[in-house]
């Protein structure tokens, strides 16, 4: 029986390291394959609304690309059962995707003839853990503006728009944000008259960047994050991130949130992007230039105009050498409405 230290993974199975001289068993093999096959296969079919992380990994990706030893039988250098450079194939993958570092031996796959020494046995085992605790967290990923919408009115109250992100099952709609898909908006003002109100809603935008949903939480260059993601999802609107104007224009605001249309067969998610200015909103009626103001002042100093645009944004993973593939979302952009 393996001698060495457990190593555990939340959700998974426990995993038993080996010592020179120790007899390896099927499950010994079976305990690693089983954790890969969990992160490679279907995506947990969890409802959302919470968030737990131990129940909440599968990437989609067909499962391991090995099955499990026999007991009695062979560990074999290539077989489509009990192959060690089939599960190192896998790892190896694994640890692409992820940006993860292959520990020493796992990244020199074994031959007939060869030794399977303890260490490259036991670094399989912390490999297989790393990736599993690195699991949303892909090296890198493609953003790309799936649609677009623009309102180029003079407005002085708020403006709205909805888009959806639909998937082409729940599966695939699990597995995007389980290997660290996101989906969000990103926004901008431009042109119109130079007043400080404009200026400011330019640059409110501008460093709020994009501002996505991911598995767990809400992500933006600045801004304040409601601490929601997309497990937590219900088929009500939740506030993900939030960001605010400065100085005289710190009550205007920028605010996505998000729903899905099913919790528990989830394939469609909405965000809804609000422009709020209470700013100008309580600076009176529109003005014959189309802009709010109060009393006498000059009416170009309170209510917005120029073009809004706003990015339905998606940032899918990349397979970094994995050959693992995600699918984006289709995204749809809906009427910016308001006054």
């Known amino acids: 029986m393996p001698s060495g230290s457990s190593y555990t993974v939340s959700g998974g199975t426990t995993m038993t390291g080996v010592a020179t001289g120790d007899t390896i068993e099927d499950g010994d093999f079976n305990n690693m394959r089983t ?39 062979l560990i074999y250098a290539d077989n489509a059962t009990g192959g060690f450079k089939r599960l190192q194939d896998d790892i190896q993958a694994m640890c692409s995707f992820l940006g993860v570092s292959v520990r020493s031996g796992v990244g020199s796959d074994v031959a007939d003839g060869g030794t399977i020494s303890a260490t490259t046995w036991t670094n399989s085992m912390l490999n297989v853990q790393d990736c599993w605790n690195a699991r949303f967290s892909p090296a890198s990923r493609t953003s790309a503006t799936g649609n677009s919408g623009t ?6 109250n708020s403006l709205s728009a909805t888009a959806t992100y639909t998937f082409a099952n729940e599966g695939v709609c699990r597995g995007y944000f389980n290997g660290g898909g996101r989906i969000g908006f990103s926004a901008s003002r431009s042109g119109g008259s130079s007043t400080t109100q404009n200026t400011n809603w330019t640059n409110t935008l501008s460093a709020m960047g994009d501002v996505s949903l991911l598995h767990d939480t809400g ?121």
């Open 35 to 73: 954790n890969v096959n969990t992160l490679m296969g279907t995506a947990a079919d969890v409802t959302t609304g919470t968030y737990t992380a131990s129940s909440t990994y599968g990437w989609g990706q067909g499962g391991a690309g090995v099955s499990a030893a026999t007991a009695g039988g």
């Open 151 to 156: 309102y180029t009115s003079a407005w002085a």
């Open 219 to 339: 992500a933006g260059s600045s801004g304040t994050n409601a601490g929601v993601g997309f497990y937590e999802l219900t088929t009500s609107y939740k506030t993900i991130w939030t960001k605010f104007g400065s100085g005289s224009y710190a009550s205007n605001f920028f605010k996505m949130e998000a729903l899905v249309n099913s919790t528990t067969n989830p394939t469609v998610v909405t965000l809804r992007a609000t422009f709020s200015d209470p700013h100008a909103e309580g600076s009176g009626a529109l003005g014959p230039d189309g802009i709010a103001g109060t009393g006498d002042e000059d009416y170009n100093n309170d209510g917005v105009d120029g073009t809004i645009t706003l990015n339905g944004r998606t940032h899918t993973p990349d397979a970094s050498g994995s050959g693992f593939s995600f699918s984006a979302p289709t995204v749809s952009v809906g009427t910016i409405s308001g006054s």
